[in-house]
């Protein structure tokens, strides 16, 4: 207080105080109306620009979990990706219904455990459409009963999959190796995080014939996103300049493919309008040729050439370019 007020202004301070002409132990005096509840460990309250860039990794992913998985759900399935968002685990959780296959894997590249998340109705699908049959599944009730043996390991084949393409995805940012830890059904006893871990979700919706049918959740904590976080948006910006450079290499080679009209003007002549009325079909106008003439694209001069004849046709040699040509 004595780096603030001076010690002729403590002393007042204290004397006041003391025989009670100043008030004390009020506080600020904020009106209750005024005060609210801030948890810094809600994932609402964080900023947009502290959402890991993972978007054009989730395109890749989901590129090449669609072209996996057309075969077999006979080309009909389209897979689209919901932007990643971050949510505590305990909500997650709340989220999804019973039973659910939810697969724990240890990634030590991100120095965290990873959850990969299928939904009961698209590992129906998958298992119908895997043993022959012609889906898709109508049932819309919710499954009141556990996995069969079968689906649990059509589960298991399907999101050891998601981990290849999810490694394949990451190679610009880290090299992603899967070491399996275990399954769950029944979200109650996922307990493979403290609930109020903050998990960024990224979401796979897969769809039939612009039917949704399911999805696949990959939950990754945020804290283990943080450190490559430059990586991540760096290997952002460079996939955006590489589609920029399929674009201009395709923009491009429309152009070179685009075909122009060429002209040239052999000779001209001056004549005065009573000669031009008296002109007749047959009569003869002299011309000088230039030694060289020019070669055109609408009125935009493009090259300098000579006149004559090659493999029995009218044809101009290029002897020069114009310096206005682009």
């Given at each position: 207080?004595?780096?603030?007020?001076?010690?002729?202004?403590?002393?007042?301070?204290?004397?006041?105080?003391?025989?009670?002409?100043?008030?004390?132990?009020?506080?600020?005096?904020?009106?209750?109306?005024?005060?609210?509840?801030?948890?810094?460990?809600?994932?609402?309250?964080?900023?947009?620009?502290?959402?890991?860039?993972?978007?054009?990794?989730?395109?890749?992913?989901?590129?090449?979990?669609?072209?996996?998985?057309?075969?077999?759900?006979?080309?009909?399935?389209?897979?689209?990706?919901?932007?990643?968002?971050?949510?505590?685990?305990?909500?997650?959780?709340?989220?999804?219904?019973?039973?659910?296959?939810?697969?724990?894997?240890?990634?030590?590249?991100?120095?965290?455990?990873?959850?990969?998340?299928?939904?009961?109705?698209?590992?129906?699908?998958?298992?119908?459409?895997?043993?022959?049959?012609?889906?898709?599944?109508?049932?819309?009730?919710?499954?009141?009963?556990?996995?069969?043996?079968?689906?649990?390991?059509?589960?298991?084949?399907?999101?050891?999959?998601?981990?290849?393409?999810?490694?394949?995805?990451?190679?610009?940012?880290?090299?992603?190796?899967?070491?399996?830890?275990?399954?769950?059904?029944?979200p109650e006893f996922s307990n493979f995080f403290?609930?109020?871990?903050?998990?960024?979700?990224?979401?796979?919706?897969?769809?039939?014939?612009?039917?949704?049918?399911?999805?696949?959740?990959?939950?990754?904590?945020?804290?283990?996103?943080?450190?490559?976080?430059?990586?991540?948006?760096?290997?952002?910006?460079?996939?955006?300049?590489?589609?920029?450079?399929?674009?201009?290499?395709?923009?491009?080679?429309?152009?070179?493919?685009?075909?122009?009209?060429?002209?040239?003007?052999?000779?001209?002549?001056?004549?005065?309008?009573g000669e031009l009325v008296k002109l007749r079909?047959?009569?003869?106008?002299?011309?000088?040729?230039?030694?060289?003439?020019?070669?055109?694209?609408?009125?935009?001069?493009?090259?300098?050439?000579?006149?004559?004849?090659?493999?029995?046709?009218?044809?101009?040699?290029?002897?020069?370019?114009?310096?206005?040509?682009?």
């Open positions: 207080m004595s780096e603030v007020l001076s010690p002729e202004e403590v002393d007042a301070l204290l004397k006041g105080v003391s025989s009670g002409d100043v008030e004390s132990g009020g506080g600020f005096g904020m009106a209750d109306a005024e005060v609210r509840a801030l948890d810094l460990t809600n994932p609402e309250w964080m900023q947009h620009n502290q959402m890991p860039p993972l978007d054009f990794l989730n395109q890749v992913l989901g590129r090449k979990l669609a072209n996996n998985i057309r075969p077999l759900l006979k080309n009909q399935a389209q897979v689209s990706v919901d932007a990643p968002r971050l949510c505590s685990y305990a909500d997650y959780v709340a989220e999804i219904s019973r039973p659910t296959s939810i697969h724990q894997t240890n990634v030590s590249a991100l120095d965290s455990d990873v959850l990969f998340v299928l939904h009961p109705d698209l590992l129906l699908n998958y298992v119908d459409f895997y043993y022959g049959g012609e889906g898709p599944h109508e049932d819309n009730e919710p499954l009141n009963r556990d996995f069969t043996v079968t689906e649990l390991g059509v589960a298991i084949r399907f999101q050891k999959k998601a981990q290849r393409f999810m490694a394949e995805a990451w190679e610009p940012v880290a090299a992603l190796e899967f070491e399996e830890i275990g399954t769950e059904t029944n403290n609930p109020a871990d903050v998990m960024t979700v990224s979401r796979f919706n897969v769809s039939l014939e612009e039917r949704p049918i399911g999805w696949l959740d990959i939950l990754i904590p945020n804290t283990a996103l943080e450190p490559f976080q430059r990586q991540l948006i760096a290997a952002s910006r460079g996939d955006q300049l590489q589609k920029q450079s399929r674009w201009a290499h395709a923009f491009e080679a429309q152009i070179r493919n685009t075909e122009i009209e060429l002209s040239s003007v052999l000779g001209t002549t001056r004549i005065n309008l079909i047959g009569d003869i106008l002299p011309l000088e040729l230039p030694e060289t003439v020019q070669l055109t694209a609408g009125s935009v001069p493009l090259f300098r050439g000579t006149f004559g004849v090659s493999n029995g046709h009218n044809a101009i040699r290029i002897v020069e370019r114009l310096q206005n040509q682009a």
